[in-house]
């Protein structure tokens, strides 16, 4: 063009053709996944989580100081209320954790003499670094209520990660389990015959360990509650607590690496804060980190396992119930579908946590009820 040549208007600078960008969400559904949730739950994520750091995403200095200020709690119904609550503080091996302790109204027999309570002993989930007595105290009272005078319920405050890393939360745990066994049978009335363990994610783990530790020792155990099981920490993850695609058996550890509420980033992070970098050296006590590796399945106490369709744990609760079928132990086995990793703690809202909590409360009258 020459220095006289008018200048040409350019018809498409007058109307440009913009578009949306839409940046995801930090922490957000993956848009591949998110028809496969419960609607219900994905409105409600959206609505508290999605945008937010995630727990392990806070320095544990931070979060320690303030827990509240990044805990998003919500979906859990108030359970009803119960006779008694009270806590008591149980030794353990360099001091001594908090046990709360959840009593039905005693019932009395045709000669006006209370009877025996089985015992339900709850660990709560958390990744061994999160959780506490809050977690799972509606849960608590909704199983004492549910088992109408026949159960008492102990919630034990084991002592966290990474402060206190594995072993710690293992013996903690075994040491309130016989405390309440030998100390406090008496105190509560209860029959040391009709005694359960459970609890969702890392409790889930610690119960499976617990189990087997009773079958090693000879103690009576009626049922064990896995909840969405961690059992396979050695194969999912390097001894450094990276995530291990490559060598991963499970696919749903693949499936659903980025997915709420366990990303593999966050199963990454309690691996190494469990553990510690690099983990423990393979040993014979390798079992109590993945139960799965436990030399022997037999004679173990029933197990009700619960797994949720979304969830990276999902294969490896229902590869560690195959393995207790195999041994012949009684296993019910159920897959809540279209839920997340947390279903059990949101019965307020999901179907799915309702029916969990039935199951839960129907395995318990079969196992230990009167």
Known sequence: MSQQDPPVDIPRLHNPQTHDIHQPLHNSIPPELIDRYDPVYVEHYNKYNAGRLHTHEVPIEEFRKNPLRYLILYGRTVGPDVYRITEQKCPVKGGEITVRIFEPSPKLDAQGKQTKRGAYINFHGGGWVFGGLQADHDFCKTLVDGLAGDLVAFDVDYRLAPENPFPIPVEDCWAAFNWIRTEKAEQFNLDVNRFAVGGPSAGGHLSAVIAHMCRNEGIP??????????????????????????NCPYDSYKEMEFAPALPM?????????????????????????????APSFEGLALALVSTAELDPLRDEGEAYAAKLKEAGVSVELKRYLGAPHTFAGMDRILEGGRQYNAAVIAALQRAIGA
């Not at 396979?232 to 390097?238: E, Q, W």
């Not at 980033?265 to 423990?280: D, K, Q």
Request: with cysteine.
């Open 265 to 293: 980033a966050r199963m990454a992070y309690f691996h190494r804060s469990f553990l510690g970098v690099p983990r423990p050296a393979p040993s014979k006590d390798d079992w109590k980190i993945s139960p799965i590796l």
């Open 221 to 246: 155990l009626g049922l064990q509650v896995l909840t969405v099981p961690v059992c396979d920490m050695h194969r999912n993850f390097t001894p450094e607590g990276e995530f291990d695609r490559e």
